[in-house]
C-alpha cells in the first residue's frame, strides 16, 4: 500500500510508463530500509518523497524552458550534455587512483602511438614543401650492379643541356664538416650545392640570398646558405647572420642566406645545417674538387624540374639519349649505365631506402597500435567492472524516465573525458618524446639529427585515437547495462551484479584481446632479445680483446702529406714503447665499419648486370695491419715491410672476394685495376680470412687491402690509383695489458705531437659494442613495449577475476559449506580464466603467422616463428596471468563461508 502512495508523488508520465518498474523499486529501497530498523525506514520513506518531489519540479522546470523558446530541445539536450560532463567529473573525482591510473595507462598508449606516427608522418606521408611538385623529378644514374643510385657531377652539367624536358636541374652532395664557433669544434651536416637548387624546387630563402652562378666554379670564394632550423637553433634567430663568417674545416666561409622554413635537405626529416656553394669544395679537400671533374665517381643527387608541357615519360626518354651518348663517348665508364627518371611525389628519400622505411615504418606503427588496443581494452575492462557495479543506479535512473540515449550520454561522458585526458597527456609525452629523439642521432645508414614536428595530421591522428577509443569502451559498459532488465537490476541492488551471460562473454572477450596483444609483443621482445644475442655471438673475425684505437684527423690539424708521414711516424714510435704494446698498426677504416668503396674491373669475371665493373670496399692498411688484429692470411702472402716502398701494383683480397670472382680456383695471381684506368692492374698476392667488413649483419662482403704508400687517394689527373698518406688515419694497438689503461697515454700522446689534432680513442671491445647500438635499441624498445603488455594484461585480468569472484562470492561460499577445499576453488576460478586464455593464444598465434613471414627481414639471427621464442613467450605470459587470476581466487577461497552466503 505504502509504495503505491509514494509512487503517486512521481509524474504522471513517468507514473505511466514505468509504473511497475518504479514500484518495484520503491519496495526494494523500504525492505532494505526495514531490515536496517525503524529509525532507517523513516529517513528511506523521507528520501523517497523528496525524490518524487523532486522529479516532478524538475519535469515543470523543463516543460516551462520548451515553451519559453522555440529552441528548448537544442538548449535541453545541451544542458543534458553540461550535466552529463560534471556527474561524470564528479564521480571520476570521488576514485582518484581509478581515475589517475587509467589517464596514465591512456596517456602512454596514446604518447607512444603520437610519437611513431610523427616519426612515420615525417618519412612517409608528409607532403612536399616544393613548389609545382608535380613537376619535380629525380634523375638518377645506374650503379655499377644496375639499380638506380646517385650521379656524377659531369652527368649532372651532361643533363642541364637538355632544356627541352628540363627547365631547371640542381645536384646536391651530402658531406660532415667542422665547424669552430665560441671556441669549440663542432660537426655540420652540409651539402655541397649548385646554384640552381632553389629554383629547381620552387622555393626561395627567408633570408639573405641563394647561390648565384658564379659560384657554381670552384675556387670563386666560400659560401654558405644555413637552414632554417639551424639558424633557429644552432644561432638562436641572430637577425644578423647574413654577411656573417664562420670557420669550416680551418677555412673562413661566408654566410649569405637562410634556407627555407621546412626544408630540411634531400633527406627531408634528417636536419642540414648548411648548404656550401660548389666553390666551397675545397674546404672538403682536394679529392671533393677533383671529384667534380671525375665521371667514375657518383656522389651528387640530381633533381630537375619539367618544363612546361613535358612529362616524365619525355624525360626518360630524353636521359635514354643520354645514357647512349655517355656509353658512346665514355665506354670504359658508363656502358650499360641506364638514367632513370622518377617523379618526386614517388620518392620521399631514395629508391633503395624507402622500401627499407615503409617496413620499419609499418612495423613499428603496428606495435604502437598493438599497445593502443591493449591499453583500450584495459581500459574497457575497468570500465565494464565499473559499470557493471553501476547497474541499481542505470536501473533507478531508468525507472525515473533515462531513455537508452541517457544512458549512453552518461558512460560516454566518463569515458570520453578519460581519454581526452589521457589523449591529453599523451600528447605532452609526446613532445618530450620527439626532444629526446631529435638530440638522439640515429643508427644506420641513416645517421643524423632528425627535425620532428607535431602538425595538424598528427593532432587529428591523437583526437581520432580518443573518439574511437572513447566511443568504442563507452558503448561496451553502457550496452550491458541496458541489457538487463529494470526489475531485474533492481533485484540485485546491493549486490555485486555479475553483468549476465552477455556480459561475462564481454569479459572474456575482453581478456582474449588482451592475452593475444600481450603474446605478440612479448615474442617481439623476445625476437629482438635473440637478435641481439645473435649479434653478439658473431665472429668479428679478429681479436678484439686486446685492441684499442686512436682516430685523428691531420686533415682538420691543417697538414699536408709531408708534414702527416713525420707526424704518423713518431705517432707509431711513442705507441710501441707504451708498456705491454706488442704491435702498432694504422689503416683508413676502422674494421667493422663504413668506408670507401671503388669502381673495379675484375680479370675474368663478368657481372651479370650494369657496367661490367664492380663495387668494392677498400681498405689501405700499414704492412703489419692484418699480424696486429689478428687476421690470417689463408693463401699466397701478406703485405711486407718493403711493399711499402714498392711500385704499388700489388693488393689483398679476402676469401669472399675470391670465392666470388674466382670461384674454387686461386685468387693468387689475378687481377684488378681501377674502372677509370685500363692499364693500371693490380696483382693478388694474398687472400685473408674473412670478418664483417660494415656491420656484423652483412652477408658475406668482398673487400681489397690497399698498403699504404700505394694506395687509393685524390688523384687530379684522373689516373686511377697512386701514393698518398690518408688525411683521417686510424692508428690501432695490440697490448698485453688492458687496452682501457692506453686511453689516456695516448690523449696526451697526440697533444704532444701535435696540440691541433683532434683524437678519437676507444678499445676494439667499445667499437663493437657501438655497433650493436641499433639491435640494443631495438631489444630495449621492445622490452618495454613487452612490460608494459605484462604489466596491463595483468592489471586487466586481475581486476576482471576479482570482479567474477566478488559476484561470486554465494556460491564459492556454498561450496566451502558443503566441503570443497580451498585449493579446489582456486584451481576451479583459474581454471576458467585458463580457458579464456586459450582463445587468447589462438587469435595471437594466428597473428604471429600473419604477420611473421613479412617482418623476417627487419631482424637478424632471429625468426618470430621460432618455436621456443614462441613457447618461451607463452610460458611468461601465462605465469603472469595465472598469478593475476590466483590472487584474488585466493582471497575469495580464504573467505569465510557464512559471509560469503550472505554476498
Do not use: C
Not at 667542422?178 to 651539402?191: N, R, Y
Not at 561496451?476 to 531485474?488: H, Y
Amino acid at each position: 500500500m505504502i509504495p503505491r502512495l509514494l509512487l503517486r508523488l512521481y509524474p504522471r508520465g513517468l507514473r505511466d510508463e514505468y509504473g511497475g518498474e518504479m514500484e518495484a523499486l520503491i519496495e526494494a529501497r523500504l525492505a532494505r530500509a526495514r531490515a536496517r530498523g525503524v529509525a532507517r525506514l523513516g529517513v528511506e520513506l523521507a528520501r523517497i518523497a523528496a525524490d518524487a518531489t523532486g522529479t516532478r519540479m524538475n519535469s515543470w522546470r523543463l516543460a516551462m524552458r520548451g515553451r519559453r523558446t522555440g529552441r528548448g530541445g537544442e538548449r535541453m539536450r545541451m544542458g543534458t550534455m553540461l550535466q552529463d560532463l560534471r556527474y561524470a567529473i564528479r564521480r571520476l573525482a570521488k576514485t582518484p587512483v581509478f581515475t589517475g591510473g587509467a589517464i596514465a595507462i591512456m596517456a602512454i598508449a596514446i604518447g607512444a602511438n603520437a610519437t611513431v606516427f610523427t616519426v612515420v608522418n615525417e618519412l612517409l606521408l608528409k607532403p612536399s614543401p616544393f613548389g609545382e611538385p608535380d613537376r619535380l623529378v629525380n634523375v638518377y644514374q645506374d650503379s655499377d650492379d644496375g639499380e638506380p643510385n646517385t650521379t656524377s657531377f659531369p652527368a649532372y652539367r651532361d643533363m642541364t643541356a637538355y632544356d627541352e624536358v628540363f627547365a631547371s636541374v640542381a645536384a646536391t652532395s651530402p658531406d660532415n664538416v667542422t665547424l669552430e664557433m665560441d671556441g669549440a669544434t663542432e660537426s655540420l651536416a652540409v651539402e655541397f650545392t649548385t646554384a640552381s637548387m632553389m629554383e629547381t624546387l620552387g622555393m626561395s630563402v627567408t633570408r639573405g640570398r641563394w647561390f648565384d652562378p658564379s659560384m657554381d666554379v670552384p675556387g670563386a670564394g666560400s659560401y654558405a646558405v644555413l637552414s632554417h632550423h639551424a639558424w633557429v637553433n644552432r644561432f638562436g634567430r641572430d637577425p644578423a647572420i647574413v654577411g656573417r663568417t664562420l670557420r669550416m674545416n680551418r677555412e673562413p666561409v661566408t654566410v649569405i642566406g637562410v634556407g627555407p622554413e621546412g626544408y630540411n635537405g634531400i633527406a627531408g626529416f634528417l636536419v642540414t645545417d648548411a648548404w656550401l656553394s660548389i666553390s666551397t669544395t675545397a674546404i672538403a679537400g682536394d679529392f671533393r674538387v677533383s671529384n667534380l671533374e671525375r665521371r667514375e665517381d657518383h656522389w651528387y643527387d640530381v633533381k630537375a624540374r619539367l618544363t612546361e608541357g613535358a612529362s616524365v615519360e619525355s624525360a626518360q626518354a630524353a636521359m635514354n639519349l643520354l645514357a647512349g651518348d655517355l656509353a658512346r663517348d665514355f665506354p670504359e665508364l658508363n656502358e650499360g649505365r641506364r638514367i632513370t627518371v622518377l617523379s618526386s611525389n614517388d620518392v620521399r628519400v631514395h629508391p633503395e631506402l624507402d622500401g627499407v622505411l615503409m617496413g620499419a615504418s609499418s612495423a613499428l606503427m603496428g606495435i604502437v597500435l598493438l599497445v593502443l588496443v591493449l591499453a583500450a581494452t584495459n581500459l574497457g575492462s575497468l570500465l565494464l567492472v565499473r559499470g557493471l557495479a553501476r547497474s541499481s543506479e542505470v536501473a533507478v535512473r531508468r525507472a525515473l524516465g533515462a531513455g537508452s540515449g541517457r544512458v549512453f550520454g552518461l558512460f560516454l561522458s566518463e569515458t570520453l573525458l578519460l581519454t581526452s585526458l589521457g589523449g591529453a597527456g599523451g600528447l605532452l609525452l609526446t613532445r618530450w618524446g620527439l626532444a629526446v629523439l631529435e638530440r638522439t642521432r640515429l643508427p644506420g645508414p641513416l645517421s643524423g639529427q632528425l627535425d620532428l614536428n607535431i602538425d595538424g595530421r598528427v593532432l587529428l591522428f591523437g583526437l581520432g585515437i580518443i573518439l574511437i577509443t572513447g566511443i568504442t569502451f563507452g558503448w561496451a559498459p553502457a550496452a550491458n547495462s541496458l541489457r538487463s532488465g529494470v526489475a531485474g537490476a533492481l533485484r540485485e541492488a546491493g549486490r555485486t551484479a555479475s553483468g549476465g551471460r552477455w556480459g561475462s562473454r564481454l569479459r572474456n572477450l575482453l581478456v582474449s584481446v588482451q592475452f593475444a596483444v600481450s603474446l605478440v609483443l612479448v615474442l617481439g621482445a623476445g625476437v629482438a632479445v635473440q637478435s641481439l644475442i645473435s649479434f653478439g655471438r658473431v665472429d668479428p673475425g679478429f681479436e678484439v680483446e686486446r685492441l684499442a684505437a686512436a682516430r685523428t684527423s691531420f686533415f682538420d690539424a691543417g697538414m699536408g702529406d709531408d708534414e702527416r708521414r713525420i707526424a704518423a711516424a713518431q705517432i707509431i714510435e711513442r705507441m710501441g714503447a707504451f708498456p705491454g704494446v706488442t704491435d702498432v698498426a694504422y689503416a683508413m677504416r676502422m674494421p667493422i665499419s663504413g668506408g670507401g668503396s671503388t669502381t673495379s674491373v675484375v680479370e675474368g669475371y663478368d657481372p651479370q648486370a650494369g657496367t661490367g665493373s664492380v663495387e668494392l670496399d677498400y681498405n689501405a692498411v700499414s704492412w703489419n695491419f692484418f699480424r696486429t688484429v689478428g687476421l690470417s692470411v689463408v693463401d699466397g702472402r701478406g703485405f711486407q715491410e718493403d711493399d711499402m716502398y714498392g711500385d704499388g701494383d700489388i693488393i689483398v683480397v679476402n676469401e669472399t672476394a675470391a670465392r666470388r670472382f674466382w670461384g674454387e680456383g686461386n685468387a693468387v695471381g689475378k687481377r684488378i685495376r681501377p674502372q677509370s684506368a685500363p692499364d693500371s692492374w693490380r696483382t693478388v698476392i694474398g687472400v685473408v680470412e674473412d670478418h664483417p667488413v660494415s656491420s656484423l649483419s652483412e652477408a658475406p662482403t668482398p673487400i681489397i687491402y690497399f698498403v699504404f704508400g700505394n694506395t687509393l687517394a685524390a688523384d687530379p689527373g684522373g689516373s686511377g690509383w697512386r701514393s698518398a698518406f690518408p688525411p683521417n688515419p686510424i692508428f690501432l694497438m695490440r697490448t698485453e695489458a688492458a687496452p682501457e689503461s692506453l686511453i689516456a697515454p695516448v690523449r696526451a700522446l697526440f697533444g704532444e705531437v701535435n696540440a691541433s689534432l683532434p683524437i678519437e680513442t676507444r678499445t676494439l671491445e667499445a667499437h663493437l659494442g657501438n655497433a650493436l647500438e641499433a639491435p640494443r635499441m631495438a631489444a630495449l624498445t621492445m622490452g618495454l613495449f613487452s612490460l608494459m603488455a605484462l604489466t596491463l594484461a595483468s592489471i586487466g585480468i586481475y581486476t576482471i577475476v576479482s570482479f567474477t569472484v566478488a559476484g561470486r562470492l554465494p556460491e564459492i561460499g556454498i561450496r566451502l559449506a558443503l566441503g570443497a577445499s580451498r585449493g579446489r576453488v582456486v584451481r576451479m576460478v583459474v581454471g576458467e580464466i585458463a580457458a579464456t586464455v586459450g582463445i587468447g593464444l589462438v587469435l595471437g598465434g594466428a597473428v604471429v603467422l600473419l604477420v611473421g613471414s613479412r617482418v623476417g627481414d627487419l631482424v637478424f639471427g632471429a625468426s618470430i616463428l621460432d618455436p621456443t621464442a614462441l613457447l618461451s613467450s607463452v610460458v611468461v605470459l601465462a605465469s603472469a596471468v595465472a598469478l593475476a587470476s590466483w590472487l584474488p581466487a585466493r582471497r575469495a577461497a580464504r573467505a569465510d563461508p557464512v559471509r560469503a552466503l550472505r554476498g
